[in-house]
């Protein structure tokens, strides 16, 4: 089945650095990837569809400036998390589905850490 | 917009017990239902998936049933493990763009004890 895949698994930064979290297709092409956060004990909230070759859309309460979104192929995406600090500590994962298909693909999933 | 309200744990259970774990759902449209299973320290596994009305999705012994009248899409099997101990996420999909969005739950955890 497809697979997508996600680097890092986990990452540990200082505070104030930036991180970047790819998330890729293996075996099909997206058009659109979604990235999620999970904090400790709780749900998955969407932050923003990333639309290949132009700009993500961000949910309610993201901070755009902050979450840079990149997706510059059909199968790459990229999460960047730009001065990062310990709120910022967190679980995120991307998501993926083949065009025309409605089974959704998760990658592995990064676990940040900023201290 | 859309939602999905689950019932909140964590949910006790002994080994062979029966297991309910409620779902209903808030959507415009025909939205595709989905249960996933997060086992300590994992990602996301779907465990099951139904796409329309009075579909049933079933997968290790798990259940739910897609029904559109009362909006609910509840998660039931008959005799539970102490290998299901995970949290379970009710979730519907919505189609935007070239993919599927994911509104999730907020998650029920599940213990089993022997």
């Known amino acids: 089945g497809a697979v997508v895949s996600q680097h890092p698994s986990r990452v540990i930064c200082k505070s104030g650095t930036s991180v970047k979290i790819e998330c890729r297709s293996l075996?099909?092409?997206?058009?659109?990837m979604f990235w999620y956060r999970q904090f400790p004990k709780q749900s998955l909230m969407l932050m923003a569809t990333?639309?290949?070759?132009?700009?993500?859309?961000?949910e309610q309460g993201v901070e755009k400036d902050k979450f840079l979104i990149n997706h510059a192929s059909l199968t790459l995406s990229t999460l960047t998390v730009t001065s990062a600090h310990p709120e910022d500590s967190s679980f995120y994962i991307c998501?993926?589905?083949?065009?025309?298909?409605?089974?959704?693909?998760f990658g592995e999933g990064s676990w940040l850490t900023v201290v | 917009g859309d939602s999905v309200t689950q019932m909140e744990g964590p949910v006790t259970l002994s080994e062979e017990a029966f297991l309910t774990i409620n779902c209903t759902y808030t959507?415009?449209?025909?939205?595709?239902l989905f249960w996933y299973v997060q086992y300590p320290g994992e990602g996301l596994q779907l465990l099951l998936k139904?796409?329309?009305?009075?579909d049933k999705g079933s997968n290790k012994g798990f259940e739910a049933t897609y029904r559109k009248e009362t909006t609910s899409f509840h998660l039931e099997k008959g005799s539970v493990q102490v290998s299901d101990s995970a949290v379970y996420f009710c979730?519907?999909?919505?189609?935007?763009?070239?993919?599927?969005?994911?509104?999730f739950g907020t998650g029920t955890q599940l213990k089993v004890e022997l």
């Open positions: 998501s993926a589905n083949p065009t025309g298909e409605d089974t959704i693909y």
């Open positions: 075996d099909f092409q997206a058009t659109t």
């Open positions: 990333s639309n290949e070759g132009s700009k993500a859309t961000y």
């Open positions: 959507a415009t449209g025909y939205p595709s």
């Open positions: 139904a796409t329309k009305a009075d």
């Open positions: 979730a519907l999909s919505s189609t935007t763009g070239g993919g599927n969005k994911l509104t």
